[in-house]
């Protein structure tokens, strides 16, 4: 069992590496060279979430395929209870993806502008809520809770299977720990591209992963409701 655990860790891991390296801003640039600036706009944010599907199916598919060994079981109302955490947590996501835009996660808007004639917006730097019509990121609900509720939320649902076996476990642990260094990185891009204004947001007492309700309840003021791209 512990070569099967460490086998999907591994998997984890490089499905991890492979996905930050595809999200980083040097791989986008690359694109942007190679294909040209609009078409990098256009299609790599809707590629990208394909290649994320694609290679987390596989990942799921070469999971299944190891030998596993049933930990626990629960049943009754406690497990009704963590599924209803689970599905909180799909309600948190959604809440939170709303904010950066549905349309602007998964590339749609994009790809949509391409298809016409007019200038093709960048897809969203990293998981942030979304510049509103005066360019102005208003940061309330999951964003003004936690910096990155989008790589929390999918952790409830990891780990509140009322079924766990050991291959459940291994890839829990190296998909946790990728999504906290994950979040390091992500704010690494968005410090690049908002600067000292998203440093305002880092000192302002959001917390980094865990959600922590704010005390003024939805929307923090000064430079944590708004931040402006800086210049690049």
């Keep these: 069992m512990w070569r099967s655990m460490l086998k999907v860790a591994a998997a984890t891991a490089a499905y991890g590496l492979v996905h930050s390296a595809l999200a980083s801003r040097s791989a986008k640039r690359a694109a942007a060279r190679t294909f040209g600036e ?15 599907f694609v290679t987390f199916g596989l990942l799921a598919a070469y999971i299944r395929r190891q030998p596993s060994r049933e930990l626990y079981r ?9 599924h209803a955490v689970q599905a909180g947590a799909v309600v948190y996501a959604t809440s939170a993806a709303g904010q950066v835009g549905i349309r602007r996660i998964l590339g749609l808007e994009s790809l949509v502008a391409w298809l016409g004639d007019g200038p093709v917006p960048p897809e969203p730097e990293a998981q942030g809520p979304a510049l509103d019509a005066e360019g102005r990121r208003h940061l309330i609900g999951p964003f003004a809770w936690s910096r990155h509720p989008l790589n929390f939320a999918p952790l409830p649902i990891f780990w509140l299977w009322p079924r766990m076996t050991t291959s459940l476990l291994a890839f829990n642990i190296a998909a946790t720990v990728y999504l906290v260094v994950g979040s390091l990185h992500e704010e690494a891009r968005l410090r690049e591209v908002f600067g000292a204004e998203y440093d305002a947001y880092l000192n302002s007492g959001v917390s980094f992963y865990v959600p922590v309700p704010t ?11 708004s931040l402006h791209a800086a210049p690049r």
């Design 74 to 82: 629960i049943e009754g109302p406690a497990a009704l209870l963590m």
């Design 38 to 52: 609009r078409d990098r706009n256009g299609l790599y944010r809707v590629s990208y979430i394909a290649q994320s």
């Design 215 to 225: 005390r003024s309840g939805f929307e923090p003021t000064g430079a944590v409701a």
